[in-house]
C-alpha cells in the first residue's frame, strides 16, 4: 500500500428520525391517548487512533464517510432504532483538522474521539400529551447530522528518527536492526517514502524510522521537502548517518542540521546520535583521522558511532546506544498506554449539537432580521411547518424565550422580516 500522509474527507453524522403521530386503536376503546415513539438518534463520526495502520493510504480514493440515519419513532411509544456510529481507524499520530483548527491529535493507541455528532431524534407525540393537551396531533422532526470537511495530517511518532543526506545508509540500517524491508539501491532517493522497523532490545521494543530526502533547501520544500520533515517532530531522539566516504562529511552534518533548525527551530534541542557509516569501505587510519577532524571542526567531542551496514560492523554497539538513550527519556517521559477504562469519547462542545439557550438578533437590512441561536435553531428545525399545532408550540416557545420582546427591542414590527434557521417566520406577531 502506498505510503500517504496528508488527505482531505468529508464526513456525515447520521440524521435523527423523526418522532411518530400515533393514537391508539384498542377493541371497546372509541378514542385511545397518543402512543407515537420518538425517533432513534443519528450515528456519530469517531476517529480511533490504531498502531495497525501506519498510512492514510484508504483515504484517498474514499472522499465522504458517512454514519447510519436514526430510525423514525413506532407506534405503541416504541423508540426509534439509534443509528449506528461509524468508527474510523487511523494511524495513530494523526492530527485531525477543520477548517484550519485542530480538532484533536490522536497520539494513543486506541485513542477515540467523536468528530462529527449524530443528530438528535425528534419526539413522538406521546411525549407531549399534558392536563391542558390529551390528544397533541403533532411530533418532532430529527436534527441533521453534522457534516464537516476534514484534514488529515500523519506525523509519525517514532521513538528514533534515522536522518541524513541521501544514500548514506539509513534503509540499510533499518533493514539490519529490524523487520522492515525497505527498498534499497545505488542512487539518491532511493526511499520516497518514510520506513519503520521495530528493534528489540534487551526486552524494549524501540521504534525506528527511516525520514528520507532530506538535503539542502529540504525545509524551502527542495527534493521531497516537508512532506517528511514533519515525521522528525515526535521522535524522541535523532541518529544522525553519514557516510565517512563523503568529500567533506561536516559539510554533509551542517546542511542537514541547517535544514532541521530552519524548518522548526525546537528541532536543535533534541538528542542527537552521530553515526559514521560504511566504515568498511576505509582503512583505519583514515576513518579514526576524518572523525578527528570533524570533531575538531564542529569543536564537538561527544561520542560519535562508527558501523558498517554492510559488515554489520558496529550495530550492537548502535543498539546499545540507543537502548541507553531510549530508556533515559522513558524514565523521564513515560509513555501513557492507554486502557478500557481510561478510553474516553469526549464531545467538542462547539461542533456538537449542544443546547445553547442564547440568541442573536441582528438588523441585515431595512425590516429584515436574522435570529441565530443553537437552542433556537434547534426548535426550529424540529418543527413540522405543514402541521399547524406543530407550528402553534413553536410560536408558544420562541415567546417564553423571550424572541418575541427582543425583536421589538430592535424595532422589529408585524411586517417584518425574520429568519431563524434559514426559515422565515411570519407568525411571531
Do not use: W
Request: aromatic content about 6%; overall charge positive; glycine content about 10%.
Amino acid at each position: 500500500m502506498n505510503f500517504v500522509d496528508q488527505v482531505t474527507v468529508a464526513v456525515e453524522a447520521g440524521d435523527g428520525g423523526d418522532g411518530c403521530i400515533s393514537f391508539r386503536h384498542e377493541k371497546f376503546i372509541n378514542k385511545g391517548g397518543p402512543d407515537g415513539g420518538d425517533g432513534g438518534d443519528g450515528g456519530n463520526i469517531i476517529f480511533e487512533a490504531s498502531t495497525n495502520q501506519d498510512t492514510l493510504a484508504n483515504f484517498r480514493y474514499k472522499k465522504l464517510i458517512k454514519a447510519e440515519n436514526g430510525s423514525r419513532g413506532g407506534i405503541n411509544n416504541r423508540h426509534g432504532k439509534k443509528g449506528k456510529n461509524q468508527i474510523i481507524l487511523v494511524p495513530v499520530g494523526t492530527l485531525i483538522y477543520h477548517q484550519d483548527q485542530l480538532l484533536v491529535d490522536l497520539t494513543l493507541n486506541h485513542q477515540k474521539q467523536i468528530i462529527a455528532k449524530g443528530g438528535q431524534g425528534g419526539f413522538g407525540n406521546a411525549h407531549f400529551i399534558s392536563s391542558t393537551r390529551q390528544a397533541p396531533k403533532f411530533a418532532e422532526k430529527g436534527l441533521k447530522g453534522q457534516k464537516l470537511e476534514l484534514k488529515l495530517e500523519l506525523k509519525m511518532i517514532a521513538d528514533v528518527g534515522l536522518i541524513g543526506l541521501p544514500n548514506v545508509g539509513k534503509s540499510s540500517l533499518i533493514r539490519r536492526i529490524s523487520q522492515a524491508r525497505p527498498k534499497i539501491a545505488d542512487y539518491p532517493f532511493t526511499t520516497l517514502k518514510p520506513s519503520l522497523g521495530m528493534m528489540d532490545f534487551r526486552g524494549l521494543a524501540i521504534l525506528v524510522a527511516d525520514i528520507p530526502g532530506l538535503i539542502a533547501g529540504a525545509s524551502c520544500g527542495k527534493g521531497l521537502g516537508f512532506d517528511f520533515l514533519r515525521h522528525i517532530e515526535r521522535t524522541k531522539i535523532l541518529a544522525h548517518i553519514i557516510d565517512i566516504t563523503s568529500l567533506s562529511p561536516v559539510d554533509d552534518y551542517l546542511t542537514i542540521r541547517h535544514e532541521l533548525e530552519n524548518y522548526q527551530i525546537s528541532l536543535k534541542n533534541k538528542p542527537e546520535i552521530i553515526v559514521f557509516n560504511k566504515i568498511d569501505l576505509l582503512d583505519q587510519l583514515e576513518v579514526d583521522q576524518i572523525i578527528k577532524n570533524f570533531k575538531k571542526q564542529l569543536k564537538n567531542q561527544s561520542l560519535i558511532l562508527k558501523i558498517s551496514t554492510q559488515s554489520l560492523f558496529g550495530l550492537d554497539d548502535f543498539k546499545g546506544l540507543i537502548y541507553q538513550e531510549i530508556n533515559k527519556i522513558n524514565q523521564l517521559q513515560p509513555d501513557i498506554e492507554p486502557t478500557k477504562e481510561t478510553i474516553k469519547i469526549i464531545n467538542f462542545d462547539h461542533l456538537n449539537n449542544q443546547t445553547d439557550r442564547k440568541f442573536i438578533v441582528k438588523k441585515i437590512a431595512k425590516n429584515v432580521f436574522k435570529v441565530t441561536g443553537q437552542d433556537l435553531e434547534n426548535l426550529v428545525n424540529k418543527t413540522d411547518f405543514n402541521n399547524s399545532e406543530a407550528i402553534n408550540r413553536l410560536h408558544n416557545l420562541l415567546i417564553k424565550r423571550g424572541l418575541v420582546n427582543e425583536l421589538k427591542k430592535q424595532g422589529a414590527k408585524e411586517d417584518s422580516l425574520i429568519y431563524l434557521a434559514d426559515h422565515k417566520i411570519d407568525f411571531l406577531f
